[in-house]
């Protein structure tokens, strides 16, 4: 199975390039971005040396299609997507934060509630809650957005304080993130799965505050499966869920956290296969529609380089 992991195209009217570490994204005459999702995948803020195939067309056509479906609620950044790894897009003055909300107690926020913390982002949580349990209404926990290392955590007033981003235009993106998320549950409703919780990027361009990135894909969202959710819940048991939160637990499990003296488990070419079949059903399940692989006969970054190229032709 062929991985797309890394990109070293030349386009015409190209600018600069900035690797990621899942997309790369080709700055075009300082007015377009040519976003481009490998089949990296990064855990711990650590990419992993082997790609998974399939991957960057998934998180490419999910984000795709949930950009198109919340247009309605926010300006984005798209224009196209000329191939299916690919988005074309303007360029934005991105924040330097992420706004994330949850709706429900797991993942880190359950890890360090777990340790003691009652406030996350100056978001005050309720006493004696319980691993996988719904907040009463969603909670906005922002990062910093680190070009290296760890995102941080960070309040509202820190943001503001600190000049990350202006009061007013903080007040725009948190509508904006609430607005988001509410559309990302009534969706997967639909689909029997629930959004659990998700990060936004915002960026300005003319003045405007635009939605940027990936939205509602696996890697920066969780998902569980409704069915089963108030049992499993009750009964203290893991949820079944669709993100990428088992790739981070099956590091755990090998005594990997990206920490000081840890090494890197082996990434098989089965596990990698199954992390694609999993990435997959989440495509499926999240869009209520068939993942039809692209043609992978032809080398990946010649089908791409040609479908983009033909694109900026037309610009």
């Not at 941080?152 to 993106?173: C, K």
């Not at 990206?258 to 499926?284: C, F, K």
């Amino acid at each position: 199975m062929k991985a797309l992991t890394r990109t070293d195209f030349l386009f015409e009217g190209q600018k600069s390039v900035y690797h990621g570490k899942v997309r790369d994204v080709y700055d075009i005459n300082d007015d377009l971005l040519v976003m481009v999702a490998t089949d990296r995948i990064s855990a711990f803020d650590v990419i992993l040396p082997k790609g998974i195939p399939y991957k960057g067309q998934v998180l490419n056509q999910i984000a795709a299609k949930f950009l198109d479906s919340t247009s309605d609620i926010c300006p984005n950044w798209k224009l196209s997507t000329p191939d299916p790894m690919v988005t074309v897009g303007l360029k934005c003055e991105g924040f330097r934060v992420e706004m994330i909300i949850r709706s429900i107690l797991t993942g880190s926020a359950w890890r360090a509630y777990q340790e003691g913390c009652r406030e996350l982002c100056g978001v005050k949580l309720p006493e004696g809650m319980r691993e996988n349990e719904r907040f009463p209404e969603p909670i906005i926990t922002p990062t910093t957005k680190a070009d290296e290392g760890h995102d941080m955590n960070i309040s509202r007033e820190e943001i503001i304080a600190q000049g990350l981003v202006s009061a007013d235009d903080y007040a725009v993106m948190e509508d904006y993130t609430r607005k988001l998320f509410a559309r990302g549950q009534e969706i997967a409703a639909r689909h029997g799965l629930i959004l659990v919780d998700t990060k936004y990027e915002f960026g300005k361009r003319d003045g405007k505050v635009y939605l940027i990135d990936e939205i509602h894909t696996p890697d920066s969202s969780r998902y569980f499966y409704a069915d089963g959710y108030e049992e499993n819940l009750a009964a203290g048991k893991p949820q079944r869920q669709l993100s990428k939160e088992f790739v981070r637990q099956w590091l755990i499990e090998h005594n990997f956290m990206n920490e000081p003296g840890q090494t890197m488990p082996e990434i098989t070419d089965e596990y990698a296969e199954s992390v694609s079949d999993r990435y997959i059903e989440l495509y499926e399940h999240i869009t209520g529609e068939p993942f039809i692989k692209a043609d992978a006969e032809v080398d990946i970054a010649t089908r791409i380089e040609k479908n983009v190229s033909d694109y900026l032709k037309t610009r």
